[in-house]
């Protein structure tokens, strides 16, 4: 028999970045010439897939070319959260901790591998989850992750 299990979303669920990332995002618009983001904008991009998030972030240029800025901005990103980390939600580990003692833990996300990773490593977190799941890793929405993480957990 299954393990009950708690597949969690990452952002806005586990931890928070919008504020720490991004100083980092507007220095690669800034760069390039491009209109800044507010941290407003930054949270409605949560959740999202890469092609959203460029399509949202820059309506008015080629889709190709949003695609490009977008993956500067996850490099500098990446660079940011493998030093420094993002928000943790209260009391996060001793939560999870206490869960796994009687459920399967996994993370599905629309991130990026290298997102999900700086919040495991940079964290401590990989000793909680079972798995973990992201379109960066499957290229799969979020629904199907998930579905792969109930199905096989």
């Given at each position: 028999m299954k393990k009950k299990g708690i597949i969690f979303d990452l952002d806005g669920t586990l931890w928070s970045t919008s504020e720490q990332i991004l100083p980092a995002?507007?220095?690669?618009?800034?760069?390039?010439s491009l209109p800044l983001i507010t941290v407003e904008q930054m949270n409605s991009f949560m959740g999202k897939t890469p092609d959203m998030i460029a399509s949202m972030m820059l309506p008015d240029i080629p889709h190709e070319e949003a695609m490009y800025v977008f993956?500067?901005?996850?490099?500098?990103?990446?660079?940011?959260?493998?030093t420094h980390g993002g928000t943790l939600y209260?009391?996060?580990?001793?939560?999870?901790?206490?869960?796994k003692k009687d459920y399967f833990l996994a993370v599905v996300s629309n991130c990026l591998c290298?997102?999900?990773?700086?919040?495991?490593?940079?964290?401590?977190m990989r000793?909680?989850?079972?798995?973990?799941?992201?379109?960066?890793?499957?290229?799969?929405?979020?629904?199907k992750n998930i579905q792969f993480v109930a199905d096989t957990g």
């Open positions: 995002w507007n220095d690669v618009l800034r760069r390039k993956a500067e901005c996850v490099v500098e990103e990446d660079n940011y959260l493998k209260n009391d996060l580990k001793p939560t999870l901790a206490e869960l290298d997102y999900l990773d700086s919040f495991l490593d940079y964290h401590g000793p909680y989850f079972d798995d973990c799941e992201t379109f960066g890793g499957t290229h799969l929405p979020k629904w």
